[in-house]
């Protein structure tokens, strides 16, 4: 924030920030009355334009509203964002019961860059024998949704549409096969393409 966002938000004449005035903004969270203080509106109309139903208003009135929260460097509140739009922005991946090796990290790994680059956060959830901690997890989270890499138990299903969450496995593209097997003949393919003709396996431990 600049001299004159500064003064802007403490309300005084912009020759008298000092030093001080500057650390003390700069440790103040900025708040939603802060940024309808700025742009001369109403926290109605910032929140309505922050969460993208500002279709409404003018133009000009859209852009002071964005141009105060960027001055200000004013973080929409996750937990008005999720009241706001009945979800959040966490994505639930649920961790299948097996070696969390090089791979495993890998996909994870992608898939946390690929949804912060589309503003949402992705929350691994251990899967367990019962569905009541995944539960729990939904009630307080109201994730955008739930993914895993193996096929939801009927109970998770069952959850899930009860929840309202979209849920995506291995067969929400309607393919019924198992996904182990779908793995292995992955797999095979690209060694025998590379010329190999004798195979074998080795299981793990927990497979």
Same mark, same amino acid.
């Given at each position: 924030?600049? @001299? ?51 279709? +409404? ?6 852009? +002071? ?59 691994? @959830? ?62 095979? +393919? @690209?060694?025998?393409? +590379? ?13």
């Amino acid at each position: 924030m600049d @001299h004159l966002g500064i003064a802007r938000y403490l309300g005084i004449e912009s020759h008298l920030v000092t030093r001080v005035n500057t650390l003390y903004a700069a440790r103040v969270i900025a708040t939603s009355e802060d940024v309808a203080k700025l742009a001369g509106v109403s926290r109605a109309t910032v929140s309505q334009i922050l969460n993208g139903r500002g279709q +409404r208003f003018a133009t000009a009135t859209r852009e +002071r509203v964005a141009q105060a929260a960027a001055e200000l460097e004013y973080q929409p509140s996750a937990a008005g964002r999720t009241l706001a739009k009945g979800s959040s922005d966490i994505v639930i991946a649920v961790v299948p019961n097996t070696t969390f090796g090089g791979n495993l990290q890998d996909i994870f790994q992608t898939a946390t860059e690929e949804l912060a680059g589309r503003g949402l956060t992705l929350l691994l @959830h251990l899967s367990g024998s019962t569905t009541g901690p995944l539960d729990r997890v939904i009630a307080g989270m109201k994730p955008r949704a739930v993914v895993s890499l193996t096929p939801f138990s009927p109970s998770e299903r069952q959850l899930l549409e009860a929840r309202g969450v979209k849920a995506f496995d291995p067969t929400t593209g309607g393919s019924r096969r198992d996904v182990n097997v779908e793995i292995g003949a992955l797999q095979a +393919r @690209h060694l025998i393409a +590379r010329g190999y003709r004798r195979l074998a396996f080795a299981p793990l431990h927990d497979a």
